[in-house]
C-alpha cells in the first residue's frame, strides 16, 4: 500500500481519514444507485409493469451473488486490515505478516472465482425455476428467468468482483474502489443503450449489460492490485486454505452471507404477500428501493468505507483512535439521513412520474418510498454497529445483527398484513428496522469491553506457513 494510503488509516485526524475513505466510497455508491434508476428507466421506457416486476422479483439472485462475493471479500479484507494495523506493534514479525497478506488476498480472489462458477453453473440450469420460486408468475415469469439466467451466467465474474473491491479498499484505495464503480456505471449505461434501446432485448439485455459492466470493473481492480498495490498479491504461488484462514476469512464473512440469506427469505416473503395486492404494487416497490437508495447508499459508504480504519486501529491497539472513528461515522449517517432523505422524500412524486405513468405504480409508490425513507434512518446506524463488529472480530455480534432483521421482518409482516393490509406490508419493514436498530445500541453497549481488546480475543498467534520457495515462516496472523 502507498504510504498515503497507510496515513489516512494510522494517523491521520479522524475527519481527514473519514474524508479520504468515505467520500470516494458515497461517490461509487452514488454513481451506482443513480444508473440503478436510469436503468430501470431503460426498462420502463418499454412501458411494460411485467418487465419492471422481473426486476423486482430478480432481487433475491443478485443479493445471493453479491453475499457469496462478501463472504470473501469482508471476510479477507478486514483480516488484512487488521494485519496491516498489527505491524505498527514493535512485537510483530513485518515480514511474516506482509506474506500472509499475499496470500489472504491470492486465496480471496481465487476462491471466489471457483464459488463463483460452481453458483453461476448452478443458477443458469434452474433459472426458471428459481424464478418461480421468487414470485414471478404469469407475464412476469419469463422475463424474470432471463434476468436471473443472465446474472448466474455472470457469477464468477460478479463474486470476484465483489470480493476484489474489498481488498482494494482494505488497505485505504477508496478512490481506486470508487474509479472501478464510475468505469462500471459508465461501461453498464452504454451496454443498456446497445442491448435494450437498440437490439430490444428488454430485462435479459439488462442482465448481460450488468454481467459485461463487472467484467470492465474486476478488469481494473485486477490491473490496480497487480500494478499499484504493494501488500496484496493475486498469484496463484500465494493461494492458501489453512485452517486459521478459512477461520478468519469465513468467521467474518460468513455474517455477509447470513445478511443477504435472510435478505432473500424476507423478499421472497414480501413477494409473496404483495403479488396478492397486484403487479403495480411490486414494480412501486421496486423503483421505491432505487429511489430510497440514494440516501441509504450514502450512509453504506460511510460505514462500509470505514471497516478499514476501524480494523487497522483495532490490529494497532490503537482504541482511542477506534473509539473517535466510529463517533465521526455516526455523526456523519446521522447527517446524511436528515438531510438526503428530506430532499428526496420532498420531491418524491416528481421522481417518480419519471419512471411510470401507471395510477396505480404512482399511488403505491410515493407510500411505499415514504416507508422506505424512514427505514433509512434506522438502517444507517444498524448498518454501522455490523460494520464494527466485522471490523473488531466480534463474530458473534455480528452474525445476530446479520439474522435479526430477517428473523424479525417475517413476523412483523406477517402481523402487519392481517391486521392492517397493505399499510401494514409497506410498514412493515420500517418496523423491523426500528428493532433491530434497537439491538444495535444494546449489543454496542455491551461490546465496549471487547472494542478496547487485543485481536483474537487477546491472544496473537504464530502459525507455520510456507511461503513461496516452499521454506517455513512465521506469520503473525491477526483475527484467527
Given at each position: 500500500?502507498?504510504?498515503?494510503n497507510?496515513?489516512?488509516?494510522?494517523?491521520a485526524p479522524i475527519?481527514?481519514?473519514?474524508v479520504?475513505l468515505?467520500?470516494p466510497?458515497?461517490a461509487?455508491f452514488?454513481v451506482?444507485?443513480?444508473y440503478?434508476?436510469?436503468?430501470?428507466?431503460?426498462?420502463?421506457?418499454?412501458?411494460?409493469?411485467?418487465l419492471?416486476a422481473?426486476l423486482?422479483?430478480s432481487?433475491?439472485?443478485y443479493a445471493?451473488?453479491?453475499?457469496?462475493?462478501g463472504?470473501?471479500?469482508?471476510?479477507g479484507?478486514?483480516?488484512?486490515?487488521?494485519?496491516l494495523?498489527?505491524?505498527?506493534?514493535a512485537g510483530?514479525?513485518?515480514?511474516a505478516?506482509a506474506?500472509?497478506?499475499?496470500?489472504?488476498?491470492?486465496f480471496?480472489l481465487w476462491?471466489s472465482?471457483?464459488t463463483?462458477?460452481?453458483?453461476g453453473?448452478?443458477g443458469v440450469a434452474f433459472?426458471?425455476?428459481l424464478?418461480?420460486?421468487?414470485?414471478?408468475t404469469?407475464a412476469?415469469l419469463?422475463?424474470?428467468a432471463?434476468?436471473?439466467?443472465a446474472?448466474?451466467a455472470?457469477?464468477?465474474v460478479?463474486?470476484a468482483?465483489?470480493a476484489?473491491?474489498q481488498i482494494v479498499?482494505?488497505e485505504?484505495a477508496?478512490?481506486?474502489?470508487m474509479t472501478?464503480?464510475?468505469?462500471?456505471?459508465v461501461?453498464n449505461l452504454?451496454?443498456d443503450?446497445l442491448?435494450?434501446l437498440v437490439?430490444?432485448w428488454?430485462v435479459?439485455?439488462a442482465?448481460i449489460?450488468v454481467?459485461l459492466?463487472n467484467?470492465?470493473?474486476?478488469?481494473?481492480?485486477?490491473w490496480w492490485?497487480s500494478r499499484r498495490?504493494?501488500?496484496?498479491?493475486?498469484?496463484?504461488?500465494w493461494?492458501r486454505?489453512?485452517r486459521?484462514?478459512l477461520?478468519?476469512?469465513?468467521?467474518i464473512?460468513?455474517?455477509e452471507l447470513?445478511?443477504?440469506?435472510f435478505l432473500?427469505?424476507?423478499t421472497?416473503?414480501m413477494?409473496?404477500?404483495a403479488?396478492g395486492?397486484?403487479?403495480a404494487l411490486l414494480?412501486?416497490?421496486?423503483?421505491?428501493l432505487?429511489i430510497?437508495q440514494?440516501p441509504?447508499?450514502?450512509?453504506?459508504g460511510?460505514f462500509i468505507?470505514?471497516i478499514p480504519?476501524?480494523?487497522?486501529?483495532?490490529g494497532?491497539?490503537?482504541?482511542?483512535?477506534?473509539?473517535?472513528g466510529?463517533?465521526?461515522?455516526?455523526?456523519?449517517?446521522?447527517?446524511?439521513?436528515?438531510v438526503?432523505?428530506t430532499?428526496?422524500?420532498?420531491?418524491?412524486?416528481?421522481?417518480?412520474?419519471l419512471?411510470?405513468?401507471?395510477p396505480a405504480?404512482?399511488?403505491?409508490?410515493?407510500l411505499?418510498l415514504?416507508?422506505?425513507l424512514?427505514?433509512t434512518i434506522f438502517?444507517g446506524f444498524?448498518?454501522?454497529?455490523?460494520?464494527?463488529?466485522q471490523?473488531?472480530e466480534?463474530m458473534?455480534?455480528?452474525?445476530?445483527?446479520s439474522?435479526?432483521?430477517?428473523v424479525?421482518f417475517?413476523?412483523?409482516?406477517l402481523?402487519?398484513?392481517?391486521?392492517?393490509?397493505?399499510d401494514g406490508?409497506?410498514?412493515s419493514?420500517?418496523v423491523?428496522?426500528v428493532?433491530?436498530?434497537?439491538?444495535?445500541?444494546w449489543l454496542?453497549?455491551a461490546?465496549?469491553?471487547?472494542?478496547?481488546?487485543?485481536?483474537?480475543a487477546?491472544?496473537v498467534?504464530?502459525?507455520?506457513?510456507?511461503?513461496?520457495?516452499?521454506?517455513?515462516?512465521?506469520?503473525i496472523?491477526v483475527?484467527?
Amino acid at each position: 500500500m502507498s504510504s498515503n494510503n497507510r496515513f489516512f488509516l494510522a494517523s491521520a485526524p479522524i475527519w481527514r481519514s473519514l474524508v479520504h475513505l468515505c467520500i470516494p466510497m458515497i461517490a461509487g455508491f452514488s454513481v451506482g444507485t443513480v444508473y440503478n434508476i436510469i436503468n430501470a428507466g431503460f426498462v420502463g421506457a418499454l412501458h411494460s409493469t411485467p418487465l419492471l416486476a422481473a426486476l423486482t422479483f430478480s432481487l433475491p439472485a443478485y443479493a445471493l451473488i453479491m453475499a457469496i462475493g462478501g463472504v470473501f471479500g469482508v471476510g479477507g479484507g478486514t483480516y488484512i486490515s487488521r494485519l496491516l494495523g498489527s505491524q505498527e506493534d514493535a512485537g510483530t514479525d513485518a515480514s511474516a505478516a506482509a506474506d500472509r497478506i499475499k496470500q489472504i488476498s491470492s486465496f480471496t480472489l481465487w476462491g471466489s472465482l471457483a464459488t463463483g462458477v460452481i453458483v453461476g453453473v448452478i443458477g443458469v440450469a434452474f433459472a426458471t425455476p428459481l424464478a418461480a420460486a421468487v414470485g414471478a408468475t404469469g407475464a412476469s415469469l419469463t422475463p424474470t428467468a432471463q434476468y436471473i439466467g443472465a446474472m448466474f451466467a455472470f457469477a464468477p465474474v460478479l463474486v470476484a468482483c465483489f470480493a476484489l473491491e474489498q481488498i482494494v479498499r482494505a488497505e485505504g484505495a477508496s478512490v481506486a474502489s470508487m474509479t472501478g464503480v464510475i468505469a462500471s456505471t459508465v461501461a453498464n449505461l452504454l451496454f443498456d443503450v446497445l442491448f435494450i434501446l437498440v437490439l430490444g432485448w428488454g430485462v435479459l439485455g439488462a442482465g448481460i449489460a450488468v454481467g459485461l459492466a463487472n467484467v470492465v470493473m474486476v478488469g481494473y481492480y485486477i490491473w490496480w492490485l497487480s500494478r499499484r498495490s504493494e501488500t496484496v498479491s493475486l498469484a496463484p504461488r500465494w493461494f492458501r486454505a489453512d485452517r486459521i484462514m478459512l477461520k478468519s476469512v469465513f468467521g467474518i464473512g460468513v455474517s455477509e452471507l447470513l445478511q443477504s440469506s435472510f435478505l432473500i427469505v424476507t423478499t421472497l416473503v414480501m413477494n409473496w404477500i404483495a403479488i396478492g395486492y397486484g403487479d403495480a404494487l411490486l414494480a412501486s416497490m421496486g423503483l421505491a428501493l432505487r429511489i430510497s437508495q440514494l440516501p441509504e447508499m450514502m450512509c453504506m459508504g460511510v460505514f462500509i468505507g470505514a471497516i478499514p480504519l476501524f480494523a487497522y486501529a483495532f490490529g494497532a491497539r490503537n482504541h482511542a483512535r477506534l473509539r473517535r472513528g466510529i463517533a465521526g461515522a455516526a455523526i456523519a449517517i446521522a447527517g446524511i439521513t436528515v438531510v438526503f432523505s428530506t430532499l428526496v422524500f420532498v420531491f418524491r412524486d416528481q421522481v417518480f412520474a419519471l419512471f411510470s405513468a401507471d395510477p396505480a405504480v404512482l399511488t403505491d409508490g410515493t407510500l411505499v418510498l415514504t416507508a422506505m425513507l424512514v427505514s433509512t434512518i434506522f438502517n444507517g446506524f444498524t448498518g454501522l454497529g455490523i460494520a464494527v463488529f466485522q471490523a473488531t472480530e466480534q463474530m458473534r455480534n455480528a452474525t445476530i445483527m446479520s439474522i435479526a432483521q430477517g428473523v424479525l421482518f417475517i413476523p412483523v409482516l406477517l402481523i402487519g398484513n392481517a391486521v392492517f393490509g397493505l399499510d401494514g406490508v409497506i410498514w412493515s419493514m420500517t418496523v423491523t428496522e426500528v428493532l433491530t436498530f434497537a439491538l444495535a445500541i444494546w449489543l454496542l453497549v455491551a461490546s465496549r469491553r471487547a472494542l478496547s481488546a487485543a485481536p483474537s480475543a487477546g491472544a496473537v498467534e504464530t502459525v507455520d506457513v510456507r511461503d513461496a520457495e516452499g521454506t517455513a515462516a512465521d506469520a503473525i496472523t491477526v483475527g484467527a
